[in-house]
């Protein structure tokens, strides 16, 4: 069973930041890709970036506008997603996961392990 766990999720001001962890403990993806999402109550995951775990290449939902970053750490066999210019709106669960692919998989569907969701509250 492959464990995705997450954190530094939490309460922030508007126009803050926040750094979202996601620890793979005991295992090497070098043949995955790591993506982030979100969840709203009653709505479906909304994909916001993916990296691939082996030469790190990224994708973004264009609706970021280049506020959100991925990166990892291979040697922490860790994911971050760094969260910048904060709003209300993005007040949700964030999520990682893994998916088994060569590509940059931006659905649900095609990723096969999640984490537990951390929850990011922005204050306006």
């Known amino acids: 069973q492959v464990q995705l766990v997450e954190s530094g999720g939490g309460l922030v001001q508007a126009g803050g930041s926040l750094r979202l962890s996601c620890a793979v403990p005991g295992r090497t993806f070098s043949s995955y890709a790591m993506g982030w999402f979100r969840q709203a109550p009653g709505k479906e995951p909304e994909f916001l970036a993916a990296?691939?775990?082996?030469?790190?290449?990224?994708a973004y939902a264009g609706s970021l506008k280049g506020r959100f970053t991925i990166s990892r750490d291979t040697a922490k066999t860790t994911v971050y997603l760094q969260m910048n210019s904060l709003m209300s709106e993005d007040t949700v669960v964030y999520y990682c996961a893994a998916a088994r692919t060569s590509s940059f998989p931006c659905t649900r569907g095609e990723y096969d392990y999640w984490g537990q969701g951390t929850q990011v509250t922005v204050s306006s």
């Open positions: 990296i691939r775990w082996s030469g790190g290449r990224t």
